[in-house]
């Protein structure tokens, strides 16, 4: 075995593997950039290498710096995590070449598997079933659009490299493709260097069923069994399991078969994933091979008792895997979300800012996270905005869905949107409980999915103010001790009155709306709150982390109120509520002219500018495309109107807020 390791990789990723490693009794050596400074995978590790700055291409990716690291710090393996240089054969040469042990497969075969096209007709000529498509070389226009019109619309279009769901394009029609090919073209060419594409038939309602592969270097190639991770956005995966539901034994055996004959093709050793789609008809197909660990490589562990991390290092050591496809089977049912700073309201845009608040729930025999980050850091533009994967194991698939709602409640983020409530909604549907699972859940159940505004109930606006209120009490209290004179009257916040019970009026804005609540201070501490639907009688405490106990007429409630400037967020089990309580003289300074402003929701580069000063376009009309966190976002006309000024050129940088397009509506 090794004693030190290098992990080529940051964040949830890069701290998973040294808890591995830290296990065996390796040391740990880890890399970051200026942005990362204080991230969580440079703290975990023995050794920690500045390697550039915030942008990927000039710190992870950089090759040659990473290997002056591993030789400054004595390492004699780099484990690359996934993403960035995982998936690189010259990377993995110039591992071999310093005498260093890359962690992953031969160079030969991430070449023969790291472009789609290629891939596929090794594998078609070794007999492993494919999707009707085109991976040829030729790559015109021309080609691919009669190609696409010989294989029959619904085509896939998708990048040759990389995976992701990045330079990837569903197109209905033919009269749709040439745009969706530059498109795809685009995102391929921002994400991985090469806009090769491949164009495939389009099942309408596949699963996406991967098999998990292990292999020595002594020619034992093992699976460990599917993973469903049908339930996917943008082609971006959202929600795995292990086992597929409802998947029989011959379609898992024969699945399994085929993946085993993909990676022997090859000559694959080391952990590997193939990733086919399962039709209605229980045919499957090989889309593609990840030559990599995977994000969802958790809930195989979780089925299987194996540490997928422990093994890769053990085969990258030269051992041989002790156990064979006989000893190898399912335990029980794993499900994993990802929890990503995104925007499900704003068409899932990936949300930056400071996590001000970050609870997640006990680690145990139940559940599992993988995080890289913690309260008080940055998500930022530079890299993938994932905050955590949550993994819940039990007996059975019910009782693994059970514990994932729970999971989920007990979730709470602030500081950046997340898609928190978004996956709750998927845990929650009764399609999802019935396993009726195929790569368009979303799009089929979106309404019910996707987040609805929600006016607060009396309970949310009572804990809302009872976290003001409290909060008041225990910073008076604190501010009488450190007076000098804690017993003083001025330091009270009970509301006293000589004669009468004080009141206090409090409005606040939910989803647009005002509310108001009227608070009375009662003699015995307790207060009187008169809400829209009636009046109950309310105490609390609330600690510094903003952790409120609460007593509603009688029943007792735990919540977490947490408070920045005028805005607040109830936490509760049934989600988060978010509300701002209304400053009248903040509101008159704060007015500021509204619309005609069509701003960049988040900073990046100019695309391509579609239109030109002084046109007159339509409702929904594309005006511009901004690329951020390596994916494309378009901004369209939100109503008739005319541009007035096009102030940037494509290639230019923007930060948030800034104005994009003069706009000035019918």
Same mark, same amino acid.
């Given at each position: ?97 310093? +005498? ?442 609330? +600690?510094?982390? +903003? ?120």
């Amino acid at each position: 075995m090794f004693s030190k390791l290098l992990i080529a990789n940051r964040g949830e990723i890069a701290c998973r593997i040294m808890r591995t490693a830290r296990r065996l009794g390796l040391r740990t050596v880890a890399v970051y950039s200026e942005a990362d400074a204080h991230a969580l995978h440079v703290q975990a590790a023995d050794e920690a290498y500045l390697i550039g700055p915030a942008p990927a291409a000039e710190s992870y990716l950089r090759a040659q710096a990473i290997l002056e690291v591993a030789r400054r710090a004595g390492a004699d393996a780099v484990h690359p995590g996934y993403g960035f240089l995982s998936e690189n054969a010259d990377f993995a040469d110039a591992c071999a070449a310093a +005498g260093i042990a890359f962690v992953g497969p031969p160079p030969a075969a991430i070449r023969a598997m790291g472009g789609k096209s290629a891939a596929k007709a090794l594998l078609g000529a070794a007999g492993v079933p494919l999707v009707p498509g085109y991976h040829g070389d030729d790559q015109s226009d021309t080609r691919l659009a009669a190609e696409a019109a010989e294989i029959g619309f619904p085509v896939l279009i998708k990048a040759s490299a990389g995976g992701g769901g990045k330079g990837m394009r569903v197109v209905e029609t033919a009269g749709g493709f040439a745009d969706a090919l530059a498109g795809a073209r685009r995102e391929a060419m921002a994400a991985f260097g090469d806009d090769v594409v491949l164009v495939e038939k389009y099942l309408t309602r596949p699963r996406h069923v991967e098999i998990q592969v292990l292999a020595d270097a002594h020619g034992t190639v093992l699976h460990l069994f599917e993973r469903d991770c049908s339930i996917q956005r943008r082609h971006q995966k959202v929600l795995e399991e292990a086992p597929a539901p409802g998947l029989d034994h011959a379609t898992r055996r024969a699945m399994g078969e085929a993946a085993v004959a993909a990676a022997m093709a090859v000559g694959y050793v080391n952990a590997g994933t193939c990733e086919f789609l399962l039709d209605e008809d229980g045919r499957f197909y090989f889309m593609e091979m990840n030559t990599r660990l995977q994000v969802e490589h958790a809930v195989t562990e979780y089925i299987t008792g194996l540490d997928l991390v422990e093994w890769q290092l053990r085969i990258a050591a030269g051992e041989p895997l002790s156990f064979g496809q006989d000893r190898l089977a399912v335990d029980g049912h794993a499900i994993e979300v990802r929890i990503y700073a995104e925007d499900p309201a704003r068409n899932f845009l990936p949300s930056t800012g400071t996590l001000r608040h970050l609870s997640l729930p006990a680690e145990g025999l139940h559940l599992r996270l993988d995080t890289g980050v913690a309260r008080g850091d940055a998500i930022t533009i530079h890299y993938d905005p994932m905050i955590a994967k949550l993994i819940v194991w039990d007996r059975d698939r019910a009782a693994a869905v059970t514990r994932l709602r729970r999971a989920l409640e007990e979730t709470h983020i602030l500081g950046v949107a997340s898609n928190l409530d978004f996956l709750s909604a998927i845990a929650r549907h009764p399609a999802f409980a019935a396993a009726d699972l195929d790569t368009r859940f979303i799009d089929r159940n979106a309404d019910a999915l996707l987040p609805h505004a929600r006016p607060a109930t009396d309970e949310i606006l009572a804990l809302a103010t009872l976290g003001i209120l409290a909060d008041r009490r225990r910073r008076s209290a604190e501010a009488a001790e450190r007076s000098g004179d804690p017993y003083s009257p001025w330091h009270l916040a009970s509301g006293w009155r000589l004669n009468d019970e004080a009141q206090e009026h409090l409005t606040f804005r939910d989803a647009g709306e005002e509310v108001h609540v009227v608070v009375h201070y009662r003699r015995d501490g307790s207060f009187r709150l008169n809400l829209p639907g009636g009046a109950l009688t309310a105490t609390a405490e609330i +600690g510094e982390d +903003g952790r409120l106990d609460a007593e509603l007429d009688g029943v007792r409630r735990r919540a977490t109120v947490v408070r920045h400037g005028l805005d607040l967020a109830v936490l509760t089990h049934g989600g988060t509520h978010r509300l701002s309580l209304i400053d009248p003289i903040a509101e008159a300074e704060a007015v500021e002219a509204a619309g005609g402003r069509l701003t960049a929701p988040m900073p990046g580069k100019i695309v391509s500018v579609l239109v030109d000063a002084g046109q007159v376009v339509e409702k929904g009309t594309p005006m511009i495309v901004l690329e951020a966190m390596k994916m494309e976002h378009t901004v369209v006309a939100p109503t008739d109107g005319t541009v007035t000024a096009v102030p940037f050129a494509a290639g230019e940088q923007v930060e948030e807020g800034v104005e994009l397009i003069g706009f000035q509506p019918v």
